[in-house]
């Protein structure tokens, strides 16, 4: 409302100086002013902040419109001091300047404008950062992992509590090659995408699995880092449905511009459904990781998996992108040993681009194994299970299943 009301009175301001009796510096401060909100209320989607759907976001777009208008008033009246003493006092009018020293009084003055200044700044944003930092008393709360290169949503507390998402970049690779056209929102889309009821309080707990990360939503006004072994915490209250999207903020690796954030705001009843709808399909899902899985099983759900976790840098080929990724048809490492095939998926490879995939279930790491062995030519009988998967987290060793023959028991 104030700044509404100082916008109005600059308007009104340009309108009255704007005429031939106003002076040339009157003139000039009212066509600055006019520039600035001019590129305030016509650049909101170029130039400046995006439209917030939260009232935090609000009130840091109002305080970002304050600061600018402080800002510009200051540039006008120091700038114009200095240009007209310039103008006013140059050498070829000869003008007699006044003479003084050691003037307590602008001495006094220079110090308290500016502290009063700081002062009508600091407070609304001090205040606004204690309102943003204040997660208390959610209606929902999420847990957020930053994986190389992923988000992984866990729900931990209030509707929709069980609910586990793993959210990966579905640009088509055909784009990201120049194969064909980019689409509306070029790496900035995903298969699984946050989905939480308008209105609600949402906490967000972060961390991260491997290096730092940091969940960046600009019109929900949201930026927290992931740090792993550190659990970080932020908050926002959406009140418009829509979707919203963001990227990872921090420099993660080579594919930190290909884990976006997609953040659905729905209805409350379409939340509910969906809700319903997740937990029929984890039901469905039947991952039960002490059920013995034949490799027809297996190589099926690994095809999926590899979709979505694989594909993007080993091709759905499995050709890989020579050096960065390499090819697995024939690879040492698929048609090896079933342990340092198992190792790499669940630890990564330290100096490559190998990331650790510990993040997925006991059933989708088997499924992998299967499915990399028994494609693209690659026919190794030897798989393992999910029962030995769960076993090696645990410390343990792989069980007799891991030695099973693609075409005996296990088939």
Known sequence: MALR???????????????????????????????????????????????????????????????????????????????????????????????????????????????????????????????????????????????QWKWGYDYLKGEGEGVRLVSNLSTPQDQIFDRTAKGENYLLEVDNPLVVPVGKKVRILTTADDVIHAWYVPELAVQQDATPGFIRDTWFK????????????????????YMPIVVNVVSEADYAKWVGEQKKKMAAAGDNPDKTWTVPELVARGEKAFAANCAACHQANGRGLPPAFPSLVGSKVVTGPVAGHVDILLNGRAGT???????????ELAALVAYTRQSWGNKVDEIVQPADIKAIREGGKPGKQAAAKANGAAS
């Not at 700038?79 to 006044?98: D, E, I, P, Q, T």
């Not at 919203?244 to 993660?252: I, N, S, V």
């Not at 681009?353 to 059933?363: E, G, I, N, T, W």
Request: charged share 15%; proline share 2%; glycine share 4%.
């Open 5 to 147: 009301a100082v916008k109005q009175f600059l308007k009104m301001d340009v309108r009255t100086v704007m005429n031939h009796k106003a002076t040339w510096w009157a003139r000039a401060s009212a066509a600055t002013a006019a520039l600035v909100f001019a590129g305030v209320a016509h650049a909101e989607r170029q130039l400046n902040m995006k439209l917030p759907v939260t009232q935090a976001g609000q009130t840091m777009y109002d305080l970002h419109t304050l600061m600018l208008v402080i800002c510009a008033v200051i540039f006008v009246g120091v700038f114009g001091v200095m240009f007209y003493s310039l103008y006013a006092h140059r050498k070829s009018v000869n003008k007699n300047v006044a003479t003084f020293h050691e003037s307590h009084l602008v001495e006094v003055v220079w110090t308290v404008i500016p502290f009063v200044i700081l002062l009508v700044m600091a407070f609304p944003a001090t205040k606004a950062i204690i309102a943003m930092r204040d997660t208390s008393n959610p209606d929902l709360t999420i847990k957020v992992t930053g994986y």
């Open 238 to 257: 959406a009140e418009k449905v829509g979707t919203y999207r963001g990227q990872c903020a921090k420099l993660c690796g080579k594919d930190h511009a």
């Open 353 to 363: 681009a190998m990331a650790s995939f510990k993040q997925l279930s006991d059933v």
